[in-house]
C-alpha cells in the first residue's frame, strides 16, 4: 500500500453547507405529498444516513406511512436543487482553503470524499460551491456502498480507493453517524461542530468549530 496519508472528507456539513438545506427540502415535501409539518429538529438523528433512512426514519417517528419512497426522495431532491438554484448555499467555512493546501503537499496527502448522498445529488451540490473536485484521488457516493453510515463500508471503500490502510487515513466530519462510521473503519476523525455539539461529537478524535482552524501540522499529528 501507498505510504502516502489520506484525508477523507463527508459533503453536507462538511464541503457544504447544506444541512438545513436539506431539512427545509424535506420538510416541504412532507407537507406537500402528506399534508404534515415536521420540523428540522426531526431530521436531525438522521443527518449523514443517506437521502432514504433521512426519509424513512422520521416517517417512522412521526407514525406516517411512506406511500411511494421513490417519489418523496426525488420531490426531496427537487425541492434541494431549488435551493441551490436560489444561491442558498455556499461551501463551509475553510473548507476550500483546506482542500488546496492539502493538495499542495506534493503526493504527502490523497483526498477522497466519502457521502452517503447519491451520486446525483452530490455531484451537483459540489458544482454548486466550487469544490475543486479535479483534486480529490477518490469520490465515493451513497450510490457505490450497500450500507449507509454509521457502517464503516463507506471509509473502508473510500480507503481502498486511495490504496492507503485506513489507520493511516483522517475522515472529516460534522455528524454523529459519520464519525461513528469512520472510527469503525480504522480511521482517525476529525469533527466539525457545524451540526452537532462537541459533547455529541466525543468519539472524535480532533474536534473544531471550523475547519479554519485545522492545520497540516494538526493533520500529521493525527496520524503520527
Excluded at 12 to 22: C, F, H, K, Q, Y
Excluded at 171 to 200: H, I, P, W, Y
Aim: hydrophobic share 45%.
Amino acid at each position: 500500500m501507498s505510504q502516502a496519508l489520506g484525508l477523507v472528507f463527508d459533503m453536507d456539513g462538511v464541503l457544504a453547507d447544506t444541512e438545513s438545506l436539506i431539512a427545509r427540502a424535506s420538510i416541504d415535501m412532507f407537507r406537500t405529498l402528506y399534508g404534515v409539518e415536521l420540523t428540522a429538529e426531526d431530521f436531525r438523528p438522521y443527518i449523514g444516513t443517506g437521502a432514504v433512512r433521512y426519509v424513512v426514519g422520521p416517517a417512522e417517528d412521526a407514525g406516517i406511512t411512506i406511500r411511494d419512497l421513490d417519489e418523496a426522495v426525488e420531490l426531496r431532491h427537487t425541492n434541494f436543487v431549488a435551493l441551490l438554484d436560489a444561491g442558498e448555499c455556499q461551501a463551509c467555512p475553510g473548507a476550500i482553503d483546506l482542500i488546496n493546501t492539502v493538495a499542495a503537499t506534493n503526493g504527502e496527502w490523497k483526498l477522497a470524499i466519502a457521502t452517503s448522498t447519491p451520486e446525483k445529488k452530490a455531484y451537483i451540490t459540489l458544482n454548486n460551491v466550487s469544490v475543486p473536485i479535479e483534486k480529490f484521488a477518490a469520490i465515493i457516493n451513497g450510490d457505490m456502498v450497500t450500507h449507509k453510515k454509521p457502517h464503516p463500508e463507506i471509509y473502508e471503500t473510500a480507503a481502498k480507493a486511495l490504496n492507503l490502510d485506513p489507520a493511516r487515513c483522517i475522515a472529516v466530519e460534522d455528524a454523529v453517524t459519520g464519525v461513528a462510521s469512520s472510527k469503525a473503519a480504522g480511521m482517525k476523525c476529525l469533527a466539525v461542530t457545524n451540526s452537532f455539539t462537541r459533547q455529541e461529537l466525543a468519539e472524535a478524535d480532533v474536534i473544531v468549530d471550523s475547519l479554519e482552524e485545522v492545520t497540516l501540522d494538526m493533520l500529521r499529528r493525527m496520524v503520527g
